[in-house]
């Protein structure tokens, strides 16, 4: 508390001083700094619109400016977009900075597109893996088997206290246990599973995890992961720029899925193809795919399944009729997420 007492009586004296400074792009830079250290975010952003086109394109400031609206939608989602651009273009006019692409990465976190912060999260280790910052942004994908063990432990225990209480520490560890399961030779229990479902359901009312686990706990099971591999595959061509390849892939993960009975595979499928068809520019089909996965996966409570979808329609205004329209399907998304999501520490952005 004393420390944070200095600070503020330190930046009160320096904005004193300021006021005696002469009007300049000089003192509207200070200015600024004195804002970003006090945590005045939005004041940043007002103070930015005065400055001088020429200092509006520098990296520093589309930086700052980037992070301000990126803690600005802490409150509102709608920011997200405003940071997204920023920092985008700060990436863009300098690609070695290692600040733009730290930022980037939170930023598509918290817009839940998953693979474009996994892309720029390998950019940013080839210019900034030795930094602490890299490590509080990597601390997330360190090894959490102890804490499913732990589960294990209460659920054989038939201790359903702990179990809970070891949910709550880390729910989205506990998604991708799920997510995970089929891809390879798996350990965890089909206890495990059904628990790890069922507090999905009760806690976010969420039956999305319900539903991708079902099947492979039946005789689909083989066809189930086979299709899921293709989806994996479509995904991963993508990412090499083979769109032709990519959609051929999800044809083929479709001709299975016809093999079965599972509405989420549908829907998982058409969710990845989606990428591939943006990235085409096919958007009439990809509107409509998306419309649909979001109206059915609200019809059959796919809380997750419908946050991807809405997050990916409001990413472009090249699928939405207005802007409108475009921040009310990224602020949904986000509340979908921001419900059933562990809301434990934050990693602060960078300046």
């Given amino acids: 508390m004393a420390n944070t007492s200095v600070v503020q009586s330190d930046l009160g004296k320096a904005q004193i001083l300021l006021l005696d400074y002469p009007d300049s792009e000089t003192r509207q830079r200070l200015q600024g700094l004195l804002y970003l250290a006090s945590g ?4 940043y952003v007002e103070s930015a619109i005065h ?6 394109e520098e990296p520093e400031v589309l930086n700052n400016l980037g992070a301000s ?3 600005l939608s802490e409150k509102d989602p709608r920011y997200l977009l405003n940071a997204l651009d920023q920092l985008e273009r700060a990436s863009q006019v300098s690609p070695t900075a290692p600040e733009p692409r730290f930022n980037l990465v939170l930023t598509y976190r918290r817009l839940h597109f998953q693979r474009l912060a996994d892309e720029t999260l390998k950019r940013y280790a080839s210019i900034d893996s030795g930094s602490l910052w890299y490590q509080e942004v990597t601390a997330g994908s360190s090894d959490e088997s102890p804490l499913l063990d732990q589960l294990k432990l ?4 038939n201790d359903s206290r702990e179990a809970e209480r070891v949910f709550e520490r880390n729910p989205d560890l506990f998604r991708r246990v799920v997510r995970q399961y089929g891809q390879a030779d798996s350990q965890v229990p089909p206890a495990v599973l ?13 039956k999305t995890f319900s539903a991708m686990l079902a099947p492979l706990l039946t005789e689909d099971r083989e066809t189930t992961i086979a299709l899921r591999q293709f989806v994996t595959q479509g995904a991963e061509l993508l990412v090499k720029g083979d769109l032709t390849a990519s959609l051929k892939t999800y044809a083929e993960a479709e001709k299975l899925a ?5 509405l989420f595979d549908r829907l998982w499928i058409d969710l990845n193809k989606v990428d591939t068809q943006i990235r085409a520019g096919q958007f009439d089909p990809a509107r409509e795919t998306l419309h649909r996965i979001v109206s059915v996966s609200r ?9 991807k979808a809405l997050a990916i329609y409001g990413s472009t205004l090249r699928l939405t009729a207005t802007y409108k329209e475009m921040l009310e399907l990224v602020t949904e998304a986000n509340q979908i997420f921001q419900r059933s999501t562990n809301m434990g520490r934050e990693i602060e952005m960078k300046l």
């Fill in 51 to 56: 400055f001088s086109a020429t200092m509006r």
């Fill in 40 to 43: 005045n975010w939005q004041s």
């Fill in 194 to 206: 059904h628990f790890i479902t069922s507090e999905m359901q009760r806690r976010y009312g969420d």
């Fill in 299 to 307: 019809q059959n409570g796919f809380r997750w399944l419908m946050g």
């Fill in 258 to 262: 016809e093999q079965t009975d599972s």
């Fill in 69 to 71: 609206y990126l803690a």
């Fill in 154 to 157: 209460a659920i054989e225990s």
